[in-house]
């Protein structure tokens, strides 16, 4: 390679020998110094003109010859040129195989730019969205999925939880769409059939319920049994002591299967009995039976505080809601000491009403509360009985959320209380002007 430097003065001083030679054989110097510039000016300007010709052919040189910098500067360019085609091929190489693999996958990938529109999807992808090839690139996203409950998630952005869409397209399938952002300044979401695991979750649900309605009336014999025994004072002693204890634990017993039968109705049958529901009177039928579990609890310094209008209007089933609000507030009575607040008030946002129950208990360490709905699970494993919960409560809370269109969201701390919101559309949650 070249020094422009050196080469540049080895030029100059050629240039400046041949104007001398040429002065003192014409003896005119200045039309001589004039002459060799003009010429080299000239020679200068068709090596510019043919090299930038040559950038626009992008082939081999073939003029440029003439001078050691120009032949130089081409062969730079040609060894760039070179550099970028490997570098180019290579990173092709790469992005093919890298298309192969995200095709491969039993998971599909869809991309969308920033507004939305479908710019790539893999084979899977394609085929659980029904998407076609090429005719779907660049299409709006929501015009291809046709689906109220996908538009209003979109809306809410939040996509902490995925999207599950039930009987979608045309194989009327199962599926779970997850959103995230991408790194191209857009959108990239995962697709995955759960059709097999929703049957399977049926068929636990079955089974439960199944296993539960035939426990339930042994059970119900022995309690009976159990209380007559005790009632007609036909055992005394030690044995009224195993008699009592054993009586205690057939009623928790048969609250558990009783939470499980709801748990699997929940889980496998369509809400129905949709009614408009006066929040305010419905509040009131739930702390009559909460008094009578703080009477079973021994906690009647705690202190419930109803914040809530009665104009307030709930579009939803009945039963259920009353199920919802009574596990909440049985779990702050249960879980909270003596002369604790519990309170039930409402929160409003811009598309949102929510029934928040909070309470100044012992709260729940942050590990725990992205688990405590989950089926059996307690915090404190070692309370487990002492409670009287069946630890069925939240669970049965979230999936009534889910069949009224809603979240249940906990927000707690260890020695900071509990807030439980129970997040309804406004449509569903609304204030009666009188």
């Given amino acids: 390679m070249r020094n422009a430097t050196s080469t540049t003065i080895l030029e100059l001083t050629w240039l400046g ?69 490997n570098d180019k091929a290579s990173v092709a190489k790469e992005f093919n195989n890298l298309r192969l693999a995200l095709s491969s996958l039993r998971v599909g990938l869809i991309l969308t730019d920033k507004t939305w529109n479908l710019t790539w999807w893999n084979q899977i992808g394609g085929e659980l969205l029904n998407l076609r090839e090429p005719d779907d690139i ?17 809306d809410e952005n939040d996509f902490s939880e995925p999207l599950i869409l039930d009987n979608f397209a045309t194989q009327r399938a199962v599926v779970e769409l997850y959103f995230g952002d991408s790194p191209s300044h857009g959108y990239i979401i995962l697709v995955r059939d759960i059709s097999q695991l929703r049957k399977l979750n049926e068929m636990r649900s079955d089974f439960i319920a199944n296993v539960s309605h035939e426990l339930k009336t042994p059970l119900t014999v022995i309690n009976g049994y159990l209380e007559t025994l005790i009632d007609n004072q036909m055992v005394e002693g030690a044995a009224k002591n195993a008699v009592e204890s054993a009586t205690s634990q057939g009623r928790r017993m048969d609250n558990i299967i009783q939470d499980l039968i709801t748990l699997a109705r929940l889980e496998t049958s369509p809400s129905k009995d949709v009614e408009a529901i006066n929040l305010f009177e419905l509040i009131e039928q739930v702390q009559q039976q909460i008094k009578l579990l703080q009477e079973n609890q021994k906690k009647s310094q705690t202190i419930i505080k109803v914040l809530v209008a009665e104009n307030w209007v709930l579009t939803g089933n009945r039963n259920e809601i009353f199920s919802l609000l009574f596990n909440l507030l049985s779990n702050s009575l249960r879980y909270c000491p003596d002369g604790s607040l519990v309170s039930v008030r409402l929160e409003q946002s811009d598309s949102k009403v929510f029934i928040c129950v909070d309470d100044d208990g012992p709260g729940i360490p942050e590990p725990h509360v992205s ?35 809603g979240r249940l969201q906990i927000t707690s701390g260890e020695g900071k209380g509990t807030c439980v919101r129970c997040s309804f559309p406004k449509e569903r949650l609304q204030q009666v002007v009188t």
């Fill in 138 to 154: 660049n299409s709006y996203l929501f015009s291809l999925l046709r689906s109220p409950s996908l538009k209003e998630y979109i």
């Fill in 371 to 405: 688990r405590v709905t989950e089926r059996f699970y307690r915090v404190d494993k070692s309370h487990s009985s002492s409670t009287g919960g069946t630890g069925l409560g939240l669970a049965i809370a979230k999936h009534i959320m889910g069949r009224h269109s």
């Fill in 17 to 85: 020998l041949l104007t001398i030679f040429l002065g003192v054989v014409s003896g005119y110097f200045v039309l001589s110094a004039l002459f060799i510039s003009s010429t080299y000016l000239a020679v200068t300007l068709w090596r510019r003109n043919s090299f930038y010709r040559w950038l626009e052919s992008n082939q081999k040189n073939e003029s440029l010859i003439t001078s050691d910098l120009w032949v130089d500067i081409v062969r730079r360019v040609e060894i760039e040129r070179d550099q970028a085609k």
